[in-house]
């Protein structure tokens, strides 16, 4: 019934669509908007190209970022081809290795443990010659990764992810550089180019400033990025209707969102008739994007809909491009396997078309250096081969998000949470978000947000549930609970499934 609204159809056109220039804009949002912007608009947004291509590189060069020389060298090697581009990342790994092994205790230990020589890291195919990096290692072994050496630690910050867990993250000034650059690039497939207006849909919790100084430093950085930011954790409709405003007075060239959450927005705009912009580019990232996200945001925003995927501890990992088939890796600054286990303790290299771990080693942090670092995300392998863009960097995806927490079925069985993602998809029509519990007594509770405010559930909901409780979890009763929202996480994330632990110590 949801769907019988005409105008929310794909690839219509939004009820009325006004020119950017029209009217002045009303700011109630503290979005960086000056005079010289409202004139730089009138004048073919050239504020904005010199943003874009003097003032904010030159911001980068005084504050001794060579970001943006990077960024020209990244831009150049995405066209190369893949012995190029394997070359590469065969002499970064060699440094690494190199550098990994006489530098720090916990490498010399593993590699020596393995059997393997520093130098005999050659190819990204000599990684499987070394153990993965498993998140809780990883956690444990956060001063005995890091380099005795220069370069120096640039970067420290934390991940909490979902398990509550933090893990401390630290890199090279280098490594920030590669990062940076990297998402330049990504970002750019996505037409979205420094000096661009663009609103963020994001989490917070990311950038808080640790005094004055780095207070003044975000706010420059911010300005000269023409950036807003908009919390995107409590989805509310509330929020949702202040988010769209935003939208109307900053006018923005990009957006950039958590998934879920711009969906959310998207499904807001759709249902409240707001749209009134031609089309915005949205990068989606940080979340999950199902294919009926993707549906409601280019019908909420144009067609310009652009999935990225990456994580704290290294950024951007790969990016969707004009030809919308798959995220191509940064593979100049990473390593990307996407990794299968075996039931004898082995792993193998998912084959295409299969889902794996992905397990990340990063070539430009040789301050604390990750190598093989099972990331707890998982995505669907690729053939090599060159895209329609007639780019060769490898592509991965769909990202099928973080390895879910397991389950319990009725006989005590394990089950992965991964499961859940085929119950979501079927009833992608019928709710607008969607969370599984398994309380401590082993029930599940299955909470929906109807499309609607108040609207009650399809039977269908009903139907498909039990049918999916009676498949994967041994006729384990399985609870609907239709709710008004379902809450966030502290990092403004909703997970697809939790599954209630007895106390924070297990
Ligand atoms: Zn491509």
Redesign the pocket.
Known sequence: MVRARSHLARGTQPPSVRARDEGPPSIAAPAPVSAATRLARAAGDLYGRALGDLLYPTWERLRGRPTFALLDHVERTQWAGLDELHAIQSGALRRLARHAYQHTAFYRQRFDAAGVGPDELRRPEDLARLPLLERQDARASAEARTSTAPPAIAVRKTTGGTTGEPMLIAYSAESRHWRDAMRWRGYGWAGYRPGMRALHFWGFGAQVPKNRLEKLKLDIDRTLRRDLYVDCTPRGEACLADTVAAIESFRPDVIVAYSQAGAALARHVLATGARTWSTIPVVCGAERLFPHDRVALESAFGPAVFETYGCREFMLIGSE?E?H?GL?LSMESLIVELLVRERGGGVRAARPGEVGEVVVTDLRNLAAPFIRYVTGDLATARADGQ???G?WLPRIGPIEGRVSETLRDGAGNPVDGIVFSILATRLAHHTRQFQAVQHLDGTITLKLVPMAPGQALDRHVYHLTAWFAKKYFGGLPITVQPVDDIPTTRAGKRNLVIVEKPGPQR
Do not use: I, P, Q, T
Request: hydrophobic share 10%.
């Open positions: 491009c030809a088939d191509h895209c329609d863009c780019r």
